[in-house]
């Protein structure tokens, strides 16, 4: 795809200003519907002069065909037609063009904000309120210039209205203020109404949303009455915004619409009169109600394009926040990849706190933290929870850079290597996988899109998903997500695992990646692990006593430290903690293994068939 431009990045520029690179794309198409307008204008104000002079002449005076002007008429229609067609086509193109744009500028950016943007600001709200803002920039790019373009058309039919008769040009323009004012009044009564009802509708769409997202939480605890009660007092509140709009447009907007009739009225009055007393041709009378319709239309929008730009304007604001927001974590300038890591990982006197969505500071999570792994080497984090741990693992591939200290890999500071080469190197299976509404096959070639079949049946197997995969109804190419089909905890570890295994990586973070897992399937993880892991520099999150058995050593961390290392069995020896540690997290699986729902998630491994259980794959 052709590279889109991007938004002026200097933030001085106004807003419009700022668009302009977008703009200047389609400076042909701009250039184009103008002068389609500023033609389709002139036949606009030609058309009532050319009537004039028909009446006049042809019908009145009889001193000229009238067959000549109706051809005139004619051509005139069909050349405004043609033309307002052009112009209507290429201000619209152009403002879904430019908003198209912004669109893909917005979303590239928010793909590469880091995860420390994303723990400030919630993700859902992020693209519905991208949505809308882009929504309403491209509403006043597609009507501004329509505006702009009734303005002139204004001042046009003035001038024709001039040039008859003064007195009665004064008649019509009377009620235009009149008409202007009540348009502010009735913006100024009825916007707000409708953000209202519109901020209402999102909250009306937060609650449905809630309840069916969280269905199963609401009919657990019976509380479908009192949701119910919620969303019905949500839906009154919708109900008094609409009808209160409604109430206050029903008095204005008659106002609005009838009282150019009186400067109507007045022209017809006076006009007719001058006519009779013959003053006046009767054609010039017919032209000038025709012009006093014209010169309306701006006064009516004017208040409308006033709130759009406004709108627009903080919008356009709200984006350009977005798109100003550096990410936090990009490659150093003179980044180096990382080539071949042998995987000797050292955590040097690590610091870091993360920031609080106000932008301070929270208390140090990690404060002194030192360990290193040599290549090779399999080490299990252990410690309570909230002590650290997956911020540890957050923090290797550099999804957050440390306060102080540094992470090395192969004696290189990962601040120094580029993010691209390092995070090939280093394989993170998070606590919490997710999987994308794609095949089974395209979410373990996440990494490696490139992987045949065999390759990714073979990782599958190697993470013991291949049984219940191959017991999908459509096997590999099930689709994750479609009509119903979720997959349990366990399952979708599994496949994270199998995703991590297929990339292939040098250095290996397990944060927690077998919690879900049955504990015979985990058994028969790690036996496959246990080759898989072979030269992996490997930092096992554990929780269990199992998943420590895979490791050569125990790092116990405490504090925001490590607090003592060594074999399981020396610290069993002379570490109180760990041996306190152990005793509560070695129990806190095996409750969870006993609830119902979560014990029924994965039985033995299903040689063909579907597990069972609430938990299981649900069809
Ligand atoms: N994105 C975040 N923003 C702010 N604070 C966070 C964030 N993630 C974690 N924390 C805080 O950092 C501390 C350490 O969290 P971390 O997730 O590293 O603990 P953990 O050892 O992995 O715990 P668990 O065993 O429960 O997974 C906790 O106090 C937590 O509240
Ligand atoms: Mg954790």
Redesign the pocket.
């Known amino acids: 795809m052709k590279a889109r431009p991007a938004v002026a990045p200097d933030v001085s520029l106004g807003w419009i200003r700022r668009l302009a690179p977008m703009i200047a794309r389609h400076r042909l198409l701009l250039g184009v519907s103008l002068i389609a307008a500023l033609i389709a204008l002139g036949t606009q104000v030609a058309v009532p002069a050319v009537i004039a002079a028909a009446i006049d002449t042809a019908l009145v005076d009889q001193t000229a065909p009238i067959w000549g002007f109706v051809v005139i008429l004619v051509a005139l229609g069909i050349g405004r037609a043609i033309f307002a067609a052009t112009y209507r086509y290429g201000l619209y193109k152009l403002a879904f063009d430019v908003e198209t744009d912004l669109r893909s500028n917005l979303y590239r950016h928010l793909t590469r904000l880091s ?1 420390s943007f994303y ?1 400030r600001i919630q993700s859902g709200q992020v693209i519905s309120r991208a949505n809308a803002d882009i929504r309403s920039v491209q509403m006043f790019l597609a009507f501004a210039p329509l505006i702009a373009l009734s303005v002139l058309s204004f001042f046009l039919a003035l001038g024709v209205m001039l040039t008859i008769d003064l007195k009665l040009t004064l008649l019509a323009v009377a009620p235009l203020p009149g008409v202007y004012l009540l348009g502010r009044v009735l913006r100024d009564r009825v916007f707000p109404l409708t953000w209202i009802s519109q901020a209402r509708l999102a909250d009306l769409a937060t609650v449905v949303d809630e309840n069916i997202n969280g269905v199963r939480v609401v009919k657990s605890f019976a509380a479908e009455k009192r949701q119910l009660d919620a969303l019905a007092r949500t839906a009154q509140r919708v109900r008094w915004a609409n009808t209160t709009t409604a109430d206050t447009r029903a008095r204005y907007a008659p106002l609005m619409e009838n009282l150019p009739r009186l400067g109507q009225v007045a022209v017809l009055g006076f006009g007719g009169w001058q006519v009779i007393n013959g003053s006046l041709m009767i054609g010039d009378l017919v032209a000038f109600n025709i012009y006093i319709a014209m010169i309306q239309v701006p006064f009516r929008l004017l208040g409308f394009v006033l709130l759009l730009a406004q709108r627009a304007r903080a919008s356009a604001e709200r984006i350009y926040e977005v798109l100003d927001t550096p990410p936090a974590i990009v490659d150093a300038p003179d980044a180096v990849p990382l080539i071949d890591p042998r995987g000797a990982v050292e955590f040097d006197d690590v610091r870091f706190a ?1 920031t ?1 969505p106000d932008g301070e500071k ?1 208390p140090a ?1 990690l404060d002194g933290l030192t360990l290193s792994l040599a290549p090779g080497e399999r080490i299990a984090l252990v ?10 693992a957050r923090l290797l591939p550099r999804f957050y850079d440390v306060d102080h200290g540094s992470i090395r890999i192969d004696g290189s500071d990962v601040r120094k290597v580029t993010l691209d080469s390092l995070r090939s190197a280093v394989g993170v299976v998070l ?1 919490e996988p997710f999987l994308f509404s794609c095949s089974v096959a395209e979410n373990i070639a996440f990494g490696r899109p490139e992987a045949s079949r065999e390759e990714i049946a073979a990782a599958a197997s190697a993470a013991q998903a291949d049984g219940f995969i191959t017991a999908l109804p459509a096997g590999y190419d099930t689709i994750v997500g479609e009509r119903g089909l979720t997959l349990s905890g366990g399952q979708r570890q599994r496949i994270a695992i199998a995703r991590m295994l297929l990339a292939n990586p040098p250095v290996l973070v397990l ?2 990646a077998t919690s879900a897992i049955d504990v015979a399937v985990e058994a028969a993880i790690h036996d496959s692990l246990e080759t898989l892991l072979e030269g992996r520099t490997t930092l096992i ?1 554990a ?1 269990r006593m199992s998943t420590i058995a895979l490791a050569d050593r125990v790092a116990l ?1 405490e504090g925001g430290r490590i607090v003592a290392t060594g074999t399981h069995a020396e610290l069993m020896a002379t570490e109180d903690r760990y041996r306190a540690l152990l005793a509560h997290i070695d129990e806190a699986p095996r409750e969870l293994a006993d609830t119902p729902g979560v014990a029924a998630v994965v039985p033995p491994p299903p040689p063909g068939g579907l597990p069972g259980g609430m938990g299981g794959v649900m069809l």
Not at 387 to 392: C, D, M
């Open positions: 995860f723990d993360y609080h929270g999570v410690g309570a929870t909230g002590s650290g741990k997956s911020t540890v606590d944060d927690d999150i929780h961390i």
